[in-house]
């Protein structure tokens, strides 16, 4: 698991601001998860993305966040006009398919919103 | 939706002696139960994992239970180690045949005394 790479480990925004957040999956990997955790909470589903296409976006907030992965590159999750509610870490997981198969994390985008 | 309950939330337990977490889950539908360990500041890391189509799993000082009438799963861990302290997650996930979104509990917060 130590193969899904995220950048970067910590990111500091203040209010108002956008924040990035790259997420690589393991090799031959081409299903990605995104999930928030926050502090002294467990891990929150996001959204699931193919190559090119969202799967699943049923976690995520209604604005201000959108996801994609394009067919070359990394996943990006995207946080526009961040708010002191965005601090959290985020995690992307990878699977070689989307059915069951185990999910590898990645280290966390810590993020803080000053 | 999915819900997972984890319990207890906090668990001290001295060196040797074992180590049991317990998750419920909602829907009867969810067939993929996976344990993710998580020290602190760092990734959650796959522990042990188990389908629907067995009861009990062993891996060494791990073992998972499943009882899919009562719809509950269970982590075992026996000769506990202070290299055990961190936080546990299980997760459970509905395979809808596109998707498979983790939905996981609140955690257990281990601590292996001397």
């Known amino acids: 698991n130590a193969g899904v790479m995220q950048n970067p480990r910590h990111l500091v925004r203040r209010r108002g601001q956008e924040a990035r957040l790259r997420c690589s999956p393991m090799k031959g990997h081409s299903h990605v998860y995104w999930y928030r955790q926050l502090p002294e909470e467990g891990l929150k589903f996001m959204v699931y993305l193919q190559k090119e296409n969202i799967i699943d976006e049923s976690g995520m907030p209604k604005e201000r966040f959108s996801a994609e992965f394009p067919k070359e590159g990394p996943s990006i999750l995207r946080i526009q006009q961040v708010v002191r509610g965005d601090s959290a870490a985020y995690f992307c997981a990878s699977s070689p398919t989307g059915n069951t198969d185990t999910q590898y994390f990645g280290p966390g985008t810590r993020l803080t919103v000053l | 939706g999915e819900n997972v309950e984890q319990h207890p939330s906090t668990l001290s337990v001295q060196e040797g002696d074992s180590a049991v977490i317990k998750c419920t889950y909602s829907d009867s539908a969810s067939n993929y139960f996976p344990w993710y360990k998580q020290e602190l500041g760092k990734r959650p890391q796959l522990i042990i994992d188990?389908?629907?189509?067995?009861g009990e799993k062993k891996d060494q000082r791990i073992a998972v239970t499943l009882n899919k009438t009562a719809k509950h799963f269970s982590l075992h861990i026996t000769e506990t180690q202070p290299e055990d302290s961190a936080v546990y997650f299980c997760a459970a996930s509905i395979n809808t045949g596109t998707a498979s979104k983790l939905t996981f509990g609140t955690g257990t917060r281990l601590q292996v005394t001397l």
């Open positions: 188990i389908r629907s189509n067995v």
